[in-house]
């Protein structure tokens, strides 16, 4: 009984200690780079640039670093010499939370308004569309249906005879 509440005891705190360290995961060139847009004018990452600009940055990304700062900290430096050009993404705060919001926005309104046409679309579909005049169908008695129908059968019977030419 007590190995049972000794060993529960011992993994809840174990848990408890996993849970509440933090995971420190080695902070690389790399991470930083991708935040980042070069300043030589190409448009490109500066992971992916491979221009005198882009060496000149990254060799400050390394010296931030080894200085112990965070990929949050070395990215408001550029941002804070260069501009918000610098960063690859537009940050989501204030304003520039539009350039991430209005895509989704957009895709959502543009579902909606297509699923509200196709349905009246498609209940103008059930309705026959006669009623609201978009199929113009002249009214015919049913004397004349019954003679439109017996000169179709004569027609398809002369045809049957004398055969396609």
Do not use: H
């Not at 500066?46 to 990215?75: H, L, P, W």
């Not at 260069?82 to 690859?88: L, N, V």
């Amino acid at each position: 009984m007590r190995i049972r509440v000794l060993s529960s005891l011992l993994a809840a705190v174990f848990t408890l200690v996993v849970l509440v360290t933090p995971v420190y995961a080695a902070l690389s060139s790399k991470d930083v780079e991708k935040e980042l847009m070069c300043q030589c004018g190409c448009t490109m990452v500066v992971n992916v640039c491979d221009c005198e600009t882009a060496n000149q940055i990254r060799e400050k990304i390394a010296g931030f670093i080894n200085q112990g700062q965070s990929k949050d900290q070395i990215v408001g430096y550029f941002v804070s010499q260069y501009g918000e050009k610098m960063r690859s993404a537009p940050s989501k705060k204030g304003f520039n939370l539009v350039a991430w919001v209005m895509p989704f926005a957009a895709v959502v309104a543009g579902g909606t308004g297509l699923f509200f046409i196709l349905k009246t679309w498609t209940r103008r579909g059930k309705s026959g569309g006669v009623e609201e005049g978009l199929i113009p169908v002249p009214r015919v008695s049913e004397e004349e249906a019954e003679e439109y129908r017996d000169r179709l059968a004569e027609e398809l019977k002369q045809f049957k005879e004398e055969g396609s030419r």
